[in-house]
């Protein structure tokens, strides 16, 4: 971090959501229970997948990863938000700012890289059902996880890396409610040349390359379907990829809203960025749980169990005296 930088910004303040102040308390107790969900959600995705030897398959590994990616990108910027709406206090420091920014392109990469993943897994499941265990065997799986993560760390670095070298004026209020990169960009008083250059350039392929992917696998998937047309099959690969194409609908359609179809940065911005970072990740764990039997029968055997656990506390002599019989 340059000494310039430092001296130039202590702190920015981030102008929020575009809410009337009379209805903050409001926005404020939804923004939390949609957190609050979230979390929820998605931790009890992770504690289903692991409980359950049932779900210890490529595709689950995969979801719990992409669980605990969804529940940490939501943890980085809705509770400063939430916090900010309630206390009115609008800054952040120049260490929280990078710091949030960080985190923040770290999990939306994962996001992105875990998705393309999950669109190759049910491309084998569909395409090469025979071959599928030799295929996407434990050591695949774990490699595939492991360079997700190696490639967001290295480009969310690559830019991290960028951004701390510009300096910045007296002008520090970001029109956002967290801190993004291209608005800390539009605010710096440096050469921005090579940032933006960067990141059309390198942001662009760590975009299209997973989401070429995804479409490329798609279309395999549809042709082999289309090749011997079946309401079986149209019926197995809907259950297999529904929920997987519901999420890809909603990730990208929002991001690429944002990041490359506006011209600058307004309320419609803001709205759809609130969507895949707080809504997007609310809604996959019901979206993976309504179309999946096999994570509904594995949550009705872990309140099973939990009843009868809570029975056994509550009658513990009538449980002794059944196991006896």
Not at 90 to 102: A, D, F, K, T
Not at 215 to 227: A, E, H, K, Q, T
């Amino acid at each position: 971090m340059r000494p310039e930088n430092q001296s130039s910004v202590s702190q920015f303040l981030l102008l929020g959501l575009p809410i009337p102040p009379g209805q903050k308390g409001v926005f404020f107790t939804l923004f939390l229970g949609m957190y609050l969900t979230t979390v929820l959600g998605n931790l009890l995705i992770i504690l289903l997948i692991r409980l359950d030897s049932r779900l210890h398959t490529p595709m689950y590994f995969f979801l719990s990863h992409l669980a605990f990616s969804d529940l940490s990108l939501s943890s980085v910027t809705v509770p400063k938000m939430a916090l900010n709406m309630q206390t009115q206090q609008q800054s952040i420091s120049y260490v929280g700012c990078i710091s949030q920014l960080y985190f923040f392109i770290l999990f939306a990469s994962l996001d992105n890289f875990l998705l393309a993943v999950m669109a190759y897994d049910r491309y084998v499941a569909i395409c090469h059902p025979l071959h599928y265990t030799t295929i996407m065997r434990e050591g695949l799986c774990v490699l595939l996880v492991a360079g997700s993560w190696i490639l967001s760390c290295v480009h969310d670095l690559l830019h991290t890396l960028l951004l701390v070298r510009l300096s910045f004026g007296e002008d520090n209020i970001i029109s956002h409610f967290f801190c993004d990169l291209a608005a800390l960009l539009k605010l710096s008083c440096s050469d921005i040349f090579l940032n933006e250059l960067v990141l059309f350039t390198e942001g662009g392929m760590i975009f299209f390359l997973p989401f070429g992917v995804i479409l490329g696998s798609y279309i395999r998937i549809g042709n082999i379907i289309l090749r011997v047309p079946s309401t079986k099959r149209l019926f197995k690969a809907f259950s297999t990829c529904g929920s997987h194409l519901s999420v890809v609908s909603l990730y990208y359609g929002t991001a690429a809203g944002v990041y490359f179809f506006s011209s600058s940065w307004g309320s419609k911005d803001i709205i759809a960025s609130v969507m895949y970072t707080v809504v997007t990740p609310m809604l996959n764990p019901f979206i993976y749980s309504l179309r999946n039997r096999d994570i509904k029968q594995a949550l009705e055997m872990c309140m099973n169990r939990f009843n009868f656990l809570k029975w056994q506390s509550i009658n513990p002599l009538v449980a002794v005296r059944s196991t006896g019989k």
